[in-house]
């Protein structure tokens, strides 16, 4: 099993930058493929980005290509999104998750942190 603790969201301003982190447990992070979704209040959870459990490749949605990045270290058992150029838009709560097979839709993913807000002003 594999547990996630997000954190790093908070309150930007419009055009700003954020870091979240997504600690995980166990021994077998390596084996997972990581993805970052988001929930807007009175929206479904969304995909956001996604990389495979060698950090070789990654995904990402068509609202935040060219501004967010995923990452990972699998010696740190630790997956990032940076964030830049938010948008108010971008206002939700962030949730890293983890499942052995790198997809887009949430209702696959096994494994999910508690969530991140993640607020950006205009």
């Known amino acids: 099993q594999v547990q996630l603790v997000e954190s790093g969201g908070g309150l930007v301003q419009a055009g700003g930058s954020l870091r979240l982190s997504c600690a995980a447990s166990g021994r077998t992070f390596s084996s997972y493929a990581m993805a970052w979704f988001r929930q807007a209040p009175g929206k479904e959870r969304e995909f956001v980005a996604a990389?495979?459990?060698?950090?070789?490749?990654?995904f990402y949605a068509d609202s935040v290509k060219g501004r967010f990045t995923i990452s990972r270290d699998n010696a740190k058992n630790t997956v990032w999104l940076q964030m830049n150029s938010l948008k108010p838009a971008d206002t939700a709560v962030y949730y890293c998750?983890?499942?052995?097979?790198?997809?887009?839709?949430?209702?696959?993913?096994?494994?999910w942190g508690q969530g991140t807000q993640v607020t950006v002003s205009s």
């Open positions: 990389i495979s459990w060698s950090g070789g490749s990654a």
């Open positions: 998750a983890a499942d052995t097979i790198l997809r887009t839709i949430p209702t696959t993913y096994d494994y």
